[in-house]
């Protein structure tokens, strides 16, 4: 099916683990977005990517690491998970001139 | 620094009537605006894009204004039905930036019967 797929859905991880997100899109979309959504802060932008080998901050880079080798695939990655990192995660990619299309996120809790 | 605000977190109204939602900003200058729909536990949904040039999108129920002026995107859903009920989320993309979006944090609908 075309679309936008996350995994896992739901983590739970320990302090000090490193954990990858994955995020795996069928539309060959040039760019494709990291969000992190928590109560009281909305949707924050943690990396985006224009292209494959193409990756640029957003505005809470910190603690995370992505890679997008290929157009369809953009990982991302805790490398040494902390508390304040619970959150839940959102992979998002859009066409020219659409709005963003979503996954479904993962709950990842740092335990 | 550059903020987005939405009207209230919560607002109930009731079946049959208009809801308004609203999204003011400071310190943007968008180059457009979108407004997206989230269900609990789900991601968000796009609705409606509007355009800095454009004061007024319509789709089926749902309306956008945006007047750059003011500063502030309405957001109408009318004869609205308890299946409207979600947290809408307007976001603001600015030019040059590489189609990133920045979000409100949301105003969660409520449609009573």
């Known amino acids: 099916d075309a679309g936008i797929t996350q995994s896992p859905r739901y983590k739970i991880t320990e302090t000090g683990r490193q954990v990858t997100l994955m995020c795996h899109q069928t539309?060959?979309?040039?760019?494709m977005f990291w969000y992190r959504q928590d109560l009281g802060h909305g949707l924050r932008l943690i990396y985006y990517s224009a292209a494959a080998d193409i990756t640029d901050k957003g505005e809470v880079p910190d603690g995370y690491v992505v890679s997008r080798s290929k157009t369809e695939n953009f990982p991302l990655t805790l490398e040494s998970a902390t508390r304040s990192q619970t959150s839940v995660y959102f992979c998002?990619?859009?066409?020219?001139?659409?709005?963003?299309?979503f996954g479904s996120g993962t709950r990842l809790t740092v335990v | 620094s550059q903020k987005i605000e939405q009207n209230s977190e919560a607002l109930n109204i009731q079946e049959g009537k208009t809801a308004t939602l609203t999204c003011n900003y400071t310190n943007y200058s968008p180059a457009y605006l979108q407004w997206y729909r989230q269900d609990p536990g789900r991601g968000p949904v796009f609705l409606l894009l509007?355009?800095?040039?454009?004061k007024e999108k319509r789709k089926e129920r749902l309306k956008v204004t945006f007047d750059t002026t003011l500063k502030q995107s309405l957001f109408h859903i009318t004869a609205s039905q308890p299946a409207d009920s979600a947290t809408y989320l307007c976001a603001l993309g600015r030019p040059g930036s590489a189609r990133q979006l920045t979000f409100g944090s949301g105003t969660q609908l409520t449609v009573l019967p």
């Open positions: 509007i355009r800095e040039n454009e």
């Open positions: 998002a990619t859009t066409r020219q001139g659409g709005g963003y299309t």
């Open positions: 539309w060959s979309h040039s760019y």
